[in-house]
């Protein structure tokens, strides 16, 4: 596996483990989509996945347009990742 340059280590710095490599959360590892989520992280929202446990009619009405459901959740992707960097 080739080195990752310094911008790339500062841009991946969230995903990488303690041995250098981007690691994802257990329930992003064999997603195909590209919304993958750092193992670091404590919470997550993927509108790609549904828990086994979870209800079949679901409580919350759904979005009619599929990327209207998309950009909510990058919109609330981004308010986590700017509440993890707060210090």
Same mark, same amino acid.
């Given at each position: /596996?080739?080195? /990752?340059?310094?911008?790339?280590?500062?841009?991946?710095?969230?995903?990488? &483990?303690?041995?250098? =490599?981007?690691?994802? &959360?257990? $329930?992003?590892? =064999?997603?195909?989509?590209?919304?993958? %989520?750092?193992?670091?992280? *404590?919470? *997550?929202?993927?509108?790609?996945? %549904?828990?086994?446990?979870?209800?079949?009619?679901?409580?919350?009405?759904? $979005?009619?347009?599929? /990327? !209207? =459901?998309?950009? !909510?959740?990058? =919109?609330?992707?981004?308010? *986590?990742?700017?509440? $993890?960097? %707060?210090?």
């Amino acid at each position: /596996m080739p080195r /990752m340059s310094k911008s790339k280590k500062l841009e991946w710095s969230f995903f990488l &483990n303690d041995r250098g =490599r981007k690691a994802y &959360n257990t $329930l992003c590892r =064999r997603c195909v989509h590209d919304c993958k %989520q750092s193992f670091r992280a *404590v919470v *997550v929202i993927c509108p790609h996945y %549904q828990s086994k446990r979870a209800k079949k009619g679901g409580t919350s009405a759904p $979005l009619a347009d599929p /990327m !209207e =459901r998309h950009h !909510e959740y990058r =919109r609330h992707r981004k308010e *986590v990742i700017r509440h $993890l960097y %707060q210090d």
